[in-house]
């Protein structure tokens, strides 16, 4: 009996002590997947405000100036590699602006822009593109002339044309138009402004106050943003 009564504690002990193990086992598998579903929870955060940065023009039509930020964001994310915060800098997003033939016959000199119609669509990924060529070309006027002056030739460029082609005591000359929209001869290096960068400076201020229509992102299989394409439509 007294075996018998030994025999019955050492198997409840053991008993008890499969039972804590397990306990333990089940404890640990829980904490377990708590951590991993915290770290699911933060990957899916820091991505869901990464991709905002570029998602939020995509909620809706945009204009001009908003795509060119935009752009701009891109080859900022582009130019960085590595990885931080989840965020993989090797996954490269792209920029599409299609429709510039129809931004070309709305706002291009006789159906031709010398400046955005040039091609039907900008594929813009780096600082290399004709996109980013152009647009730096055009800040580099505002730099060199100031964005009033250039604002001001741009929106009185028909009456420049007009004078530049046909200069008489009615119509006056070029320079003597420039003198009176903006009270002097716009000048660099001693040379008069040119009438095709006020041209393509005009068609630049027209991109920018014009309106594109957005398409849904693509994105890649960890979840960034992979591309985004807008339409020009008025």
Partial sequence: MENASKALVMAGGILIALLVIGELLLMFNQVSDYQRSGTDLEKDQQLTDFNKEFTQFTYGDIKGYELISLVNKVIDYNGKSGTANYVDYSLKITVKIENLQGFAGKYGTQGKS???????????????????????????LENTYSLATMSKLSANYDTLKNAYDNPSDENGTYEGKMQEIVGRVVKYNNKTIKLSDIENYREYSEFKTSTFESSTPEYYGNGQVKSMAFKFVK
């Fill in 114 to 140: 010398k400046l955005f119609g040039r091609v039907s669509s900008y594929i813009v990924n780096t600082s290399a593109t004709q996109f980013i060529t152009d647009v730096t070309k055009f800040r580099e």
